[in-house]
Nanobody
Framework: QVQLVESGGGLVQTGGSLRLSCAAS????????MGWFRQAPGKEREFVAA????????RYRDSVKGRFTISRDNAKNTVYLQMNSLKPEDTAVYYC??????????????????WGQGTQVTVSS
């Protein structure tokens, strides 16, 4: 099992930046592919970004490409989401997630086994 704790959320103006962190514990972090998802009020959870175990392959939803960057530091058991040029439509609770297995990038939320508690990101217009 792995436990995930997100941090770094907050209130930011349009065009600002935030860096989310997700610290993992309880298992060998490098054996897990990781993802970031978000859920806005009244909306379904949606995929944001994902990264494979080794960190050399990533995927993003179209609306965040060029603005968000996912990365990981396996020595620190942490995955990051750097968010730049934030927009009001990025407002949501952001969750990190982990799935154990082969070295691939997983974009399907239903395939993830472990989830953090979420961190709120609010972008004011």
């Amino acid at each position: 099992q792995v436990q995930l704790v997100e941090s770094g959320g907050g209130l930011v103006q349009t065009g600002g930046s935030l860096r989310l962190s997700c610290a993992a514990s309880g298992s060998t972090f490098s054996r897990y592919a990781m993802g970031w998802f978000r859920q806005a009020p009244g909306k379904e959870r949606e995929f944001v970004a994902a990264i494979n175990r080794s960190g050399d392959n990533t995927r993003y939803r179209d609306s965040v490409k060029g603005r968000f960057t996912i990365s990981r530091d396996n020595a620190k058991n942490t995955v990051y989401l750097q968010m730049n040029s934030l927009k009001p439509e990025d407002t949501a609770v952001y969750y990190c997630a982990a799935v154990y297995g082969s070295d691939y990038v997983e974009v399907r939320g239903g395939m993830y086994e472990y989830w953090g508690q979420g961190t709120q990101v609010t972008v004011s217009s």
